[in-house]
């Protein structure tokens, strides 16, 4: 069943509660949303369209909401597959609508879509389209996720259509808080491209805006100046928390026994938050959200064929992938005969942007002995 935003802005997306993946990667307890609207006025716009994995029941939403009426346009924001799949199937139903997208959207269109291109607008930024009492105004955003991104602000109401940004995993009715789930979605997917969010940021600060519409999660209101306000700080590459995030990889369970010592030794130290992880379990996405929440990283792990054991390679490769910077760093490692995981994760932190290390490298031969817990005891005062 469609959701109204407002008389005249309804929402016809629908969520999924057991896909176990979101883009065959991230794990999705509390489901997904794939987010849709329709403008009625005396032109009627549909927002994007959505996910095949909903293709039945946004087709139903869709037909309520027109109720025999046929729209007048199709605003393509972003065409990743999960809101683009249906558009042949919503042009088939309505020969006569045309599509609105920018002009990168209208290059690539072909690849996701058969439509015929003389149906296709291109906007620019700064360009309108006219409905009735209701106007889209479009606002490029390339890189916020893809290149040919562009949201629309719809100026009488007051509605930012924010494409990818802002939103977070869960499915629309998922009963939690914004900023967790937002904060995973938003350093996995958005991350890499902080200078690009910066931008848009600049230009919604221009707008008054009463009520934000993404395309995943559930759409704001009251909240939004602390959205804003933490999309800021989380593309500037600020630490959220003042704090230390302990990523351990351990082999035998000797590096996690020392990586448990010294959480404790860090919270003995005074360390405002401590948080752990266990990176061979523990979800990836969330340990690279806790990651860049925190302003210093303690990595601990185990030498492993002349490197670093493989799932503290892989935890530094997305790291780096996410463009990782603006962080205090140290380092743990352990090695029964030639310890190496230290040198090797330094080098590829070295490779990032404005990274500082902290403190002596503990050094741990099998197991920890009494000269290890008093160099992880100042290797905490170092870091505090």
Not at 206 to 215: D, G
Request: aromatic share 10%.
């Amino acid at each position: 069943m469609s959701t109204e935003i407002s008389n005249s802005i309804k929402y016809i997306g629908a969520s999924v509660y057991d896909l176990d993946l979101f883009e065959s990667q991230y794990i999705i307890p509390n489901g997904m949303s794939y987010n849709s609207y329709v403008i009625l006025d005396e032109k009627i716009a549909v927002m994007d369209t959505a996910d095949a994995v909903v293709a039945d029941k946004w087709l139903e939403n869709l037909k309520a909401v027109l109720n025999g009426k046929s729209p007048d346009y199709l605003v393509v924001q972003h065409l990743e597959p999960d809101h683009s799949a249906l558009i042949d199937e919503v042009c088939a139903l309505y020969p006569e609508m045309q599509i609105v997208c920018s002009a990168k959207a209208k290059q690539m269109l072909p690849q996701f879509a058969d439509v015929d291109m003389s149906r296709v607008i291109d906007k620019k930024e700064g360009e309108a389209l006219e409905l009735g009492s209701h106007t889209l105004n479009f606002i490029m955003a390339p890189m916020v996720h893809w290149p040919e991104v562009m949201l629309s602000y719809e100026s009488s109401e007051k509605v930012l259509f924010s494409a990818d940004a802002f939103g977070k995993f869960g499915a629309i009715d998922a009963d939690e808080g914004w900023s967790c789930e937002a904060r995973r979605y938003y350093f996995n997917i958005v991350g890499k491209y902080g200078a690009q969010v910066q931008a848009l940021l600049k230009k919604a600060a221009n707008l008054e805006i009463n009520t934000i519409c993404p395309l995943h999660g559930p759409i704001l209101t009251d909240t939004i100046p602390q959205v804003l306000d933490l999309y800021n700080t989380w593309s500037a590459y600020e630490p959220e928390d003042e704090g230390v995030f302990i990523a351990y990889a351990s082999i035998h369970g000797n590096t996690a026994k020392a990586a448990e010592m010294m959480k404790g030794f860090l919270e003995e130290a005074g360390c405002p938050k401590v948080a752990i992880a266990d990176i061979s379990r523990d979800d990836i996405a969330e340990c690279v959200e806790d990651s860049f929440r925190h302003s210093t990283l303690l990595c601990m792990a185990s030498s492993y064929d002349g490197g670093v054991f493989a799932p503290m390679a892989d935890y530094i490769h997305h790291l780096k992938s996410k463009s990782f910077q603006n962080r205090k760093v140290a380092f743990v490692e352990n090695g029964s005969w030639a310890p190496t995981a230290a040198r090797a994760m330094k080098a590829e932190f070295e490779q990032m942007k404005n990274i500082t290390f902290v403190g002596d490298t503990v050094t741990i031969k099998t197991r920890v002995t009494q000269e290890n817990i008093e160099q992880l005891k100042k290797l905490a005062e170092d870091i505090k």
